[in-house]
């Protein structure tokens, strides 16, 4: 008899193990992007980050419980994509297009795409990234005063947080949108980012240093601005001076 309940407590952890294992199968996300006209984009970027759960932590403060996957996709010449060999879990998605000019899936279209993935499972999604208009900040840094987070040594690959004294962006209604450096040559810094050809945005400077517009007006600093519309341009040019 005592034979036969160690043969049964035997088989019994053989399979709570086994379903153990089963029930922690990698998933996959998959699917295509597209344009404003639902055609395919070849070499998108589709990003995805996993969103470990949260737990009391010894400090008694909730913390991510877990490690955190994240890493991003291309997408093929058909614009599809698949992330193969994901553990169950939340991941929030986000796709960009392949020019200077495309929006963002996250920021301007769709919101970031959430995506709760089973064991085992294989879940679709579709992006939508659209075109919009380029803005270049051109920006004269006379004495050279600005440092841009750009500047600053990559840490962990991703930049710093902390260390710049200018930042330059667009408040378009609730949302902030940073502008990135581009290029710097000689005393000239250009910055970019694109908005939607519909959008009304204000200028947004997050910097103590004094800002001129193209007029040599005093730009506000640490709060929405001047309004930029597009006015059906494809591209536009903003000028500002760092006296």
């Known amino acids: 008899m005592q034979k036969e309940i160690a043969i049964l407590i035997s088989s019994f952890f053989v399979i709570t193990l086994a379903a153990a294992a089963a029930s922690t199968s990698p998933g996959t996300i998959s699917g295509v992007v597209v344009d404003d006209s639902g055609g395919p984009i070849s070499g998108a970027s589709v990003v995805y980050r996993s969103v470990p759960p949260l737990a009391v932590s010894a400090s008694g403060k909730l913390a991510p419980n877990g490690p955190v996957v994240s890493s991003y996709v291309s997408t093929s010449a058909d614009g599809a994509f698949a992330i193969p060999n994901l553990p169950p879990g939340n991941y929030n998605l986000c796709a960009y297009g392949v020019t200077a000019a495309d929006l963002g899936s996250c920021e301007w279209v769709q919101g970031t795409t959430h995506v709760a993935l089973a064991s085992a499972q294989t879940v679709q999604v579709r992006f939508h990234v659209s075109q919009g208009v380029l803005i270049t900040f051109q920006v004269a840094d006379t004495r050279q005063q600005i440092v841009s987070l750009e500047d600053l040594p990559i840490v962990a690959g991703r930049l710093p947080l902390t260390g710049a004294n200018f930042g330059i962006g667009i408040w378009a209604g609730s949302r902030y949108v940073r502008a990135g450096l581009v290029s710097k040559i000689g005393t000239t810094r250009e910055y970019q980012l694109a908005i939607p050809k519909t959008a009304a945005v204000r200028l947004f400077l997050d910097t103590s240093l004094a800002a001129l517009d193209a007029n040599s007006v005093a730009i506000p600093l640490r709060q929405?601005?001047?309004?930029?519309?597009?006015?059906?341009?494809?591209?536009?040019?903003?000028?500002?001076?760092i006296p």
């Open 224 to 241: 929405a601005g001047n309004t930029i519309t597009p006015g059906g341009e494809g591209a536009l040019t903003v000028n500002i001076t």
